[in-house]
């Protein structure tokens, strides 16, 4: 039999089990199979001191409370080192953060009687139209303030965000109840991949109406989150590894793969490629879509280390599922980490890979001097070839 093959030795569950063993044995196969590969390799390789774990977040996670009962315990646990999520997601952060009252119904509703009602539904959360409103209302009272009146990446706004949702949290009385506080208390820098694809967007650009100096310079996020990713290695005397946790697709997942061709295919550095790879998602890959693509398939960009493939599991589930087991999994069998505060380090990253860049320019630039005839290069210094 094939060495990674394990025999499956059935037997009754019994009524005392815990969560832990419950993965351990009963999670057998098919997509409960990935679910356990996924907690088994968090808890005992990727959730270590030396790796920089990067967390990618699509779909109406926030609106459910997971970004507070899941999301939040791991950034504290000190797990997640940056987060790259929706807008939506964040903006339904906040709701909670204010005392806004969402509700779990059922998808089976009368939708146009919700509007009549002045209720928002997503899918089976009901809540009023006066907490976008009022959500709204504080984005705006925030963003107005001189703090905001300047050019900056997503990452400092959110940072400056979750200040103010924390002081609100204090005045409330209600800690952890916000994962964007959570991330400002920890030095967990977020970033938004399309800013404007969300409430808070809209609201920025409802106050650059007003001659807002506010603006949101996504170049400052993709130099940011490329020096995260480059430097990740030195970590554990260069034996620093990178890894994306990925929860559902899209944009944020392809923000946050796109860090290692930003490195190498457009720097023209060191190719390294993500060390592990996990994802959690619905999305079929035989569509073409980013969302579903797999991990061999980044492979072949250079985002996935070819190496690290057996470092990587793609399990297709409700995230709603997967996430509060992942994380309580990995809470029980991992002890916390050290905060890296990588938002404490932003600007002496991009320092560095900045002058890593130069340096690699200047260099194919004196390696590309003519003798007989001169070699095109692309932006990056590598040799274009044709024929």
């Known amino acids: 039999m094939s060495a990674f093959a394990t025999p499956i030795i059935p037997a009754p569950i019994p009524d005392n089990i815990s969560l832990t063993e419950l993965i351990d044995k009963y999670f057998t196969a098919y ?10 390799l968090l808890s005992q390789r990727v959730f270590q001191p030396e790796v920089t774990v990067g967390l990618s977040l699509s779909g109406a996670m926030t609106p459910t409370g997971l970004g507070i009962s899941a999301l939040a315990p791991l950034v504290r646990a000190g797990f ?6 929706t807008g939506a997601n964040l903006y339904h952060d906040i709701h909670y953060a204010l005392g806004m009252d969402l509700y779990a119904a059922h998808p089976f509703v009368d939708d146009v009687q919700l509007r009549k009602e ?4 997503i899918y089976d959360i009901i809540f009023g139209y006066d907490v976008l409103l009022e959500t709204d ?3 705006r009272q925030v963003l107005r303030s001189e703090t905001f009146q300047r050019r900056m990446g997503t990452a400092e706004f959110h940072y400056h965000l979750g200040r103010y949702v924390r002081e609100l949290e204090v005045q409330r009385g209600q800690p952890h109840s916000c994962l964007l506080a959570t991330a400002y208390e920890c030095g967990v820098p977020i970033y938004t991949s399309s800013p404007g694809d969300s409430s808070i967007g809209m609201n920025v650009a409802a106050i650059a109406l007003e001659g807002s100096k506010l603006i949101i310079d996504p170049a400052i996020d993709v130099n940011e989150t490329a020096a995260i990713a480059y430097f990740a290695r030195e970590a554990a005397e260069g034996n620093g590894k990178s890894a994306a946790l990925i929860i ?6 392809n923000f946050l793969l796109q860090t290692q061709p930003q490195i190498h295919e457009v720097l023209g550095l060191e190719e390294r490629g993500h060390d592990y790879f ?35 599991v793609v399990c297709y589930t409700d995230s709603t599922i997967a996430l509060p087991i992942l994380t309580a999994y990995c809470l029980n069998r991992c002890r916390p980490r050290p905060l890296k505060r990588l938002y404490d380090r932003r600007g002496e990253m991009v320092e560095r890979l900045q002058q890593l860049y130069l340096q690699a320019q200047l260099q194919h630039k004196v390696k590309d001097l003519p003798t007989e005839a001169p070699v095109a290069t692309y932006p990056c210094g590598t040799p274009i070839r044709r024929g």
């Open 80 to 85: 997640v080192d940056y987060i790259i999520s």
């Open 118 to 121: 002045s209720k928002i539904r």
């Open 31 to 40: 997509n409960s199979a990935r679910l356990r590969e996924i907690c088994q």
């Open 248 to 253: 559902g697709g899209g944009s944020p997942k």
């Open 278 to 312: 996990i994802q959690i998602t619905d999305a079929r890959p035989d569509t073409g879509g980013l969302s579903g693509a797999v991990p061999s398939e980044a492979v072949s960009w250079g985002k996935v280390d070819p190496q690290g493939l057996r470092d990587t």
């Open 137 to 139: 209302a504080f984005l």
